[in-house]
């Protein structure tokens, strides 16, 4: 089956700077997601990641909080711009393989503080 | 917008019993459906994947079943362990490939010893 390796699992960040989170997939694929989990809440996609063009964002999210790089099929890099405590949250990138679905990373928790 | 719901939001049973998981969408056209564990502070992992052709999929205690035109899904877990205990999410993905999931709320199990 699919795997993605994402990292940092977790991470205590101050208010004010920066975290970029690394997605790296086991073959090449040509659509990746990013969404953020919310205590207690599901899943809120943040944009769609394709390679070779900029990421398209969902209604709420913005590039210069949530840039996004796509370099190549397997790799994806989410930053969560100058933190603050309301973005502590569980985030986790996926792709798609169409009839295969979905497969997920293990997720980063961000704690800001 | 499809809208993707999760009844119960909470259920709490003795090992050893059998249980049901309802889900509900409101567009039918969907693409596949998809059911999700995820423990605490975890990634998602895939469960089982229905594709909008298919009526159900089984692998081993998990049976889910998908009626495309009403727009319900429901996963049937036999023999419930202790180690069940997870939230448990339904995910559909739109008509056309590449589009990201939606997901419900997720239905939140725990199985006593």
């Known amino acids: 089956s699919a795997v993605i390796s994402q990292k940092p699992s977790r991470d205590i960040c101050q208010r004010g700077t920066s975290l970029t989170i690394q997605c790296q997939v086991d073959?090449?694929?040509?659509?990746m997601f990013w969404y953020r989990q919310q205590p207690g809440q599901s899943l809120t996609l943040i944009a769609t990641?394709?390679?070779?063009?900029?990421?398209?964002?969902e209604s709420g999210f913005v590039i210069d909080k949530f840039p996004i790089s796509r370099p190549n099929l397997t790799f994806s890099t989410l930053t969560v711009s100058n933190m603050s405590p309301e973005d502590s949250s569980i985030y986790l990138c996926?792709?798609?393989?169409?009839?295969?679905?979905?497969?997920f990373g293990s997720g980063t928790r961000l704690t800001v503080v | 917008k499809q809208e993707v719901t999760q009844i119960p939001a909470a259920l709490s049973v003795p090992e050893g019993e059998n249980l049901v998981l309802n889900c509900s969408f409101t567009?039918?056209?969907?693409?596949?459906l998809q059911w999700f564990r995820q423990d605490p502070g975890k990634g998602l992992t895939s469960l089982l994947l229905?594709?909008?052709?298919?009526r159900e999929q089984t692998s081993g205690r998990l049976n889910a079943s998908l009626d495309k035109s009403s727009g319900r899904s429901t996963l049937y877990i036999a023999a419930s362990q202790p180690g069940d205990s997870a939230t448990y999410l339904c995910?559909?993905?739109?008509?056309?490939?590449?589009?990201?999931?939606?997901f419900g709320k997720g239905t939140s199990l725990l199985v006593t010893p």
């Open positions: 990641a394709n390679q070779g063009s900029e990421a398209t964002y």
């Open positions: 567009d039918s056209a969907i693409y596949n």
């Open positions: 996926s792709d798609n393989r169409g009839t295969y679905g979905y497969t």
């Open positions: 229905i594709q909008s052709s298919q």
């Open positions: 073959s090449q694929v040509t659509m």
């Open positions: 995910a559909v993905t739109p008509s056309g490939r590449g589009y990201a999931l939606n």
